[in-house]
Structure formats: structure tokens, C-alpha cells
């Protein structure tokens, strides 16, 4: 009996230390759950001053040269290709034949509308001779004079046919694509070769709407290559959009005569430099803090460890900082990163 006894005590005693050792556990872990709590109550975010600079007053914007004149160039006439005369690469005048297309069931079109055009002819001065002494009518003798004006006609027609199977370059460039062989067959509309003429290119940008006020057409543009290192070239602003896009930018149009050599290709990425390098004294932030976008004019203001939203009026752009016109004042902090995460009034940690 004494040894039962003695057996639950030890029993009552170890659970009762395991408990205690728990609960102890508990609370050690509860308290560093509050620490970390506390810590981490914040959103993290980066920061950066508003401030006055010296800003550059050049804007800068990129784009894709295109050239000024491309065609693809069709056959008009079905038929099977005989000659090909130029390679891809090939510098090409205008009116300089490309290919030779046969043109046997053309020049049998041509014998046959010219056969019914010399019989039509012969019909038209039998007939003047008839009506002359009274055998025919003045109407039988118009009609074979209509029948006379559609068989010239048709004749015409099918001598241009016949000389549509010599494809013509229609103007001065390099044949950047060929897609025939001698022996092939062609269809009318199917495209043979492409011409393209570099000589003078265009540069497509955008520009925002604070800084297209500023551009006139006609302006000089300076305009570089990444790809051409130490060359730049002078371009001039033949369009400017009457109408913004989506984003609010303006699509504005640069054309650039190409140098001797012609070192500018299509499809490169071009920049375009408006204005001179003049300075100007503006208050600026960066603008990664712009909530969404420049055009929100919303930003996150660091006071008090939380996150202000405020609603300010933007101005010139440059580069990766913008001009703030109103809404703000040099000094403040402003979010940089980590505003998806915040909402007016979010508590915030900042981070170096």
C-alpha cells in the first residue's frame, strides 16, 4: 500500500514539473513574440529629402529608328520567275528592275487583243466606205467604232499586263528582304522583295506633357546611338502629336539624314536631347516616389514613424528626379520604396 502511495506522489510530482516547465516556457516565448511584434510593427520603407538642385534643363527621351521610305513590293501578274536580279543587300535605283517574270501567256493575251484590234479597224473603214454610198446606217457605223474603241482598249490593257512581268524598284534604297528564286511561281499580290531607304531615318519618342510645350517643329535635336559610340547627328522635329496617348505622353516625330556611309540602321534604339544644358534652381524629389506613377501626383510623406499621403503638383522632368511645383516643401521625407504596402496613417521603419 505504502509503495502505491509513495509511486503517485512521484507521478503527481513530475507532471506537476512539467507543467510548470511549460507554462514557463510559455511565457518566455509570448515575451520575445511582443519584442519581435513590436519590432517589426513598422512597414519598411527607404526615404530620400526633398530638395533644391541645380537640374539640368535638357530632357531626354528614347526611341526606334525607322526609315522614312519602305514598300514591299508584289507581283502584279501571275507567272514563273525567269531571272532574279538582285541579292539581298543590293543598293537599287529607282525603276531598276528586280525580276523577270515569263510572260508567254501575256504576249499571247497581247497577239490576240492586237489581231481583234487590227480586224475592228478594218470593220470601221469597210463600213465609212458603205455608209458613204448609202449601204449601211449611221448607227451600224457607230457601233463598229465603239467596237473599235474597247478592242483598243483591251489591247491596251494587255500590253501593260506584259510589261508588268519586269518588277521595278519604285524608288532609290537597298533591298533588305528577297523572298523569290528563279523557277518559282508567283500569284499577284504574293511579295517578292522589300526596298528600304536609310538615307534619312526618323526617331519615334515620347515626350510628357510638362516639357512638349517647349518643342516646336523644326527644332534642332541632338541625337545619339548607343550602338555608334562617339557619333551623334542633328535631327529636325517634323511632327509633334495634337493628341497625348494613354500615359499622357506625346509621340513626336525626328528626322536625321544619315551620314556617307550610312552607319544608322533601322530598328536601332535611338536619344534624343531637347533644349541646352542650362542650369535651373527647382525643388525636386526622386521619382520612385510617386505613388503609381509621375501623372498620380501622390507621395508618401515620412512624420512621426508613419506614412502621410499627399497630394502634390509636379513640374519639369529630369531624369530620375521631378520638379515639385506645390504640395510639399525642402526638407520633407519622402518614400521611395515600399508603397505598395502603405495606406495614409500606415506606421513605417525606415531603413538605410
Not at 56 to 71: A, L, R
Not at 85 to 97: D, Y
Request: hydrophobic share 40%; aromatic share 6%.
Amino acid at each position: 500500500m505504502k509503495k502505491i502511495i509513495l509511486t503517485s506522489v512521484i507521478v503527481i510530482a513530475a507532471l506537476a514539473g512539467i507543467f510548470y516547465v511549460l507554462n514557463k516556457n510559455k511565457a518566455k516565448n509570448e515575451a520575445q513574440t511582443a519584442i519581435v511584434a513590436e519590432k517589426n510593427a513598422g512597414v519598411t520603407v527607404r526615404v530620400a529629402e526633398a530638395a533644391y538642385q541645380d537640374m539640368n534643363m535638357q530632357y531626354t527621351s528614347n526611341g526606334v529608328f525607322i526609315p522614312k521610305q519602305e514598300v514591299k513590293i508584289s507581283a502584279e501578274t501571275p507567272g514563273r520567275v525567269a531571272r532574279v536580279l538582285v541579292q539581298e543587300g543590293s543598293r537599287v535605283g529607282a525603276g531598276q528592275t528586280l525580276a523577270i517574270i515569263e510572260g508567254d501567256k501575256q504576249n499571247v493575251a497581247v497577239s490576240n487583243a492586237q489581231a481583234v484590234f487590227n480586224n475592228a479597224k478594218a470593220e470601221v473603214a469597210r463600213f465609212e466606205n458603205a455608209y458613204s454610198s448609202g449601204g449601211v446606217t449611221k448607227q451600224q457605223l457607230d457601233q463598229t467604232k465603239l467596237q473599235l474603241e474597247n478592242a483598243k482598249n483591251n489591247l491596251r490593257s494587255a500590253q501593260l499586263n506584259a510589261t508588268d512581268v519586269n518588277i521595278k524598284a519604285s524608288f532609290s534604297g537597298v533591298v533588305n528582304t528577297k523572298t523569290i528564286e528563279p523557277g518559282s511561281y508567283v500569284n499577284p499580290g504574293q511579295e517578292l522583295f522589300t526596298i528600304v531607304n536609310i538615307s534619312t531615318l526618323k526617331l519615334k519618342v515620347n515626350v510628357d506633357e510638362k516639357t512638349v510645350g517647349g518643342i516646336k517643329l523644326g527644332q534642332n535635336v541632338m541625337v545619339i546611338s548607343a550602338a555608334l559610340a562617339g557619333q551623334q547627328w542633328t535631327g529636325v522635329v517634323t511632327f509633334i502629336a495634337p493628341k497625348a496617348d494613354g500615359s499622357l505622353n506625346f509621340p513626336v516625330e525626328i528626322e536625321i539624314k544619315n551620314n556617307g556611309s550610312n552607319d544608322l540602321k533601322a530598328g536601332m534604339y535611338g536619344t534624343a536631347t531637347f533644349g541646352n544644358e542650362q542650369l535651373s534652381n527647382a525643388l525636386v524629389i526622386p521619382r520612385t516616389a510617386f505613388v503609381g506613377n509621375i501623372s498620380s501626383n501622390k507621395v508618401f510623406v515620412a512624420k512621426d514613424g508613419k506614412a502621410v499621403l499627399k497630394e502634390v503638383v509636379s513640374g519639369r522632368n529630369f531624369g530620375d528626379f521631378v520638379e515639385i511645383i506645390s504640395g510639399i516643401s525642402s526638407g520633407e521625407t519622402v518614400i521611395t520604396t515600399g508603397q505598395i504596402n502603405l495606406l495614409d496613417g500606415t506606421p513605417i521603419e525606415i531603413i538605410k
